[in-house]
């Protein structure tokens, strides 16, 4: 059994991070989660969702054209309303504990834009020409 978890943090170069940060001091007692294996990207629920969380994402298989699209709802901004869990045609929207969620994301997800591994993140900075490490000193003779 191997001791490595796989750290998924949110994608910041996402469209949906130029979105207005979710209001109130405290987070949601329930958060959204979508079966992804179950969507089939009908967009039903971007529509009832009244803080624009639900995202559309490729679909996770490309060799399977039948499943071009399907959605992600971004638990940093998901309120807890339940209204997409409710207008699902497909009941693929699960509403679960705020703790749970993040368990629940991570076995239903296929596909993410939304959040991604260190090791993609990484690749991100790199793309987008982000450093993360600290400036090189200058030499005495440079600075003078």
Not at 24 to 32: E, H, I, S
Not at 79 to 93: A, F, L, M, V
Not at 114 to 132: A, D, I, T
Request: net charge negative; aromatic share 6%; charged share 25%.
């Amino acid at each position: 059994m191997s001791d490595e978890t796989l750290v998924v943090v949110e994608n910041p170069y996402h469209t949906a991070r130029l979105k207005p940060a979710r209001k109130g001091k405290k987070g949601p007692k329930l958060l959204a989660v979508v079966h992804q294996s179950g969507c089939t990207g009908c967009e039903v629920c971007i529509q009832g969702c009244p803080v624009d969380s639900i995202e559309l994402v490729a679909g996770p298989d490309s060799s399977n054209p039948e499943f071009r699209q399907t959605v992600e709802i971004d638990l940093a901004r998901c309120i807890g309303c339940q209204n997409c869990s409710q207008d699902c045609p497909w009941e693929t929207i699960t509403m679960y504990q705020h703790d749970d969620a993040f368990i629940a994301w991570g076995n239903e997800t296929l596909k993410s834009e939304l959040y991604v591994s260190e090791e993609n993140l990484e690749e991100l900075n790199k793309q987008y020409g982000v450093s993360l490490d600290a400036p090189a000193a200058q030499s005495e003779e440079e600075s003078a």
